[in-house]
């Protein structure tokens, strides 16, 4: 898998690394948490959530430094946590805080679980990660 660094083009043909695939699924979660009123609390209450849905808790150490099995695993897990979350209905004008965060975990949660049990079937076949990324 060739490795992009930061100075290079955007050939969309040139793979991504498994580190950027990574960094954008985060991302695509933290925006998906944030467009449904979640705050700093409730995205960092919801990744928690992902992990213990994903591994049980939180592997040790920075991401960086975590197996390719766990980073692919986080990277789905995520992708499936901001689908759900981005399934949510637009919280209300007004509506708490409390209550927006509380939605945002949840959904994170059951999209979490759904990509364990992704990984879980299609691991047999061993082209899961490719599948999707």
């Avoid at 992990?51 to 692919?72: C, H, I, L, M, V």
């Avoid at 949510?88 to 409390?98: K, R």
């Avoid at 965060?101 to 979490?112: C, L, P, Y």
């Amino acid at each position: 898998m060739a490795i992009r660094k930061s100075g290079d083009s955007s050939d969309l043909n040139q793979p991504q690394s498994l580190r950027d695939v990574r960094v954008e699924q985060r991302r695509n979660y933290t925006d998906a948490c944030s467009e449904k009123g979640a705050d700093g609390e409730g995205i960092a209450r919801g990744t928690n959530r992902v992990y213990n849905e994903t591994f049980g808790s939180k592997p040790a150490g920075k991401r960086d430094d975590w197996t390719d099995r766990q980073q692919q695993e986080i990277a789905v897990s995520e992708n499936f946590a901001a689908n759900r979350v981005r399934d949510l209905p637009t919280p209300d004008e007004g509506s708490s805080q409390s209550k927006a965060n509380d939605r945002v975990v949840e959904a994170s949660g059951e999209g979490a679980k759904n990509a364990k049990d992704y990984v879980d079937d299609q691991s047999d076949n061993g082209n899961w990660w490719s599948r999707l990324f």
